[in-house]
């Protein structure tokens, strides 16, 4: 599966974004979605993940409350919706792929990448 994430921006404090992530190729429904982040000078951290039908999800806690991950494997797209965002999630967010069934938080343990889009929220 390939992997394109998009809608990425500057953003306020307060302000909410919501990301994409349109996925081509194999089928979608195949697999387990992530969002990781990774501010400037730091390592990639986990954010949100999705399992294959969209009937669980798991956040890290410092985005708990703020974001929804969602997924329409009709339109094999991926989103991230972000409320309240603050300055500390100014990153580079991507998506990932995974199998079925193999919820992890690293990000070694997913195999699909997508590009990345920047979020930078002001202060």
């Known amino acids: 599966v390939q992997l394109q994430a998009s809608g990425g921006g500057l953003v306020q404090a307060g302000g909410s974004l919501r990301l994409s992530c349109a996925a081509s190729g194999r089928s979608f429904s195949d697999y387990d979605m992530g969002w990781f982040r990774q501010p400037p000078g730091k390592e990639r951290e986990f954010v949100a993940h999705i399992t294959w039908s969209g009937s669980s999800t798991y956040y890290a806690d410092s985005v708990k409350g703020r974001f929804t991950v969602s997924r329409d494997n009709a339109k094999n797209t991926l989103y991230l919706q972000m409320n309240s965002l603050k300055p500390e999630d100014t990153a580079v967010y991507y998506c990932?792929?995974?199998?079925?069934?193999?919820?992890?938080?690293?990000?070694?343990?997913?195999?699909?990448w997508g590009q990345g889009t920047l979020v930078t929220v002001s202060s």
């Open positions: 990932a792929a995974d199998s079925r069934g193999t919820y992890s938080r690293r990000y070694q343990n997913y195999a699909r």
